[in-house]
Nanobody
Framework: QVQLVESGGGLVQPGGSLNLSCAASGFTFSTYAMAWYRRAPGQKGEMVAQIRNDGRLTDYANFALDRFTISRDNSQNTLFLQMSNLQPEDTAEYYC??????????????WGQGTQVTVSS
């Protein structure tokens, strides 16, 4: 059974940083692309960043470029998202997602329970 457990969210002031983690289990982590998505209240979920199974290729939403970094440790079955220069519009529930193939072109099929990120002064 696929399990994705996010952690690292919290309250941060504008301009601050947070590092999110996602512990994965129940599948061969190194075989699948992974992604971070986010969903703000009343809005649809949106892709934040995605990473190929081997970690050598990444892709970001425009709003995440130059501020967020996605990475993974296949030896620890863990996905990471480093976020800097956070702004109030980054406030959302952040979710880890499992891909259906090695690359994100195959799509995603599972969600974690989410971790809340709130950016406010």
């Amino acid at each position: 059974q696929v399990q994705l457990v996010e952690s690292g969210g919290g309250l941060v002031q504008p301009g601050g940083s947070l590092n999110l983690s996602c512990a994965a289990s129940g599948f061969t982590f190194s075989t699948y692309a992974m992604a971070w998505y986010r969903r703000a209240p009343g809005q649809k979920g949106e892709m934040v960043a995605q990473i190929r199974n081997d970690g050598r290729l990444t892709d970001y939403a425009n709003f995440a470029l130059d501020r967020f970094t996605i990475s993974r440790d296949n030896s620890q079955n863990t996905l990471f998202l480093q976020m800097s220069n956070l702004q109030p519009e980054d406030t959302a529930e952040y979710y880890c997602r499992k891909g259906t193939g090695e690359n994100w072109y195959s799509g995603f099929e599972a969600w974690g329970q989410g971790t809340q990120v709130t950016v406010s002064s």
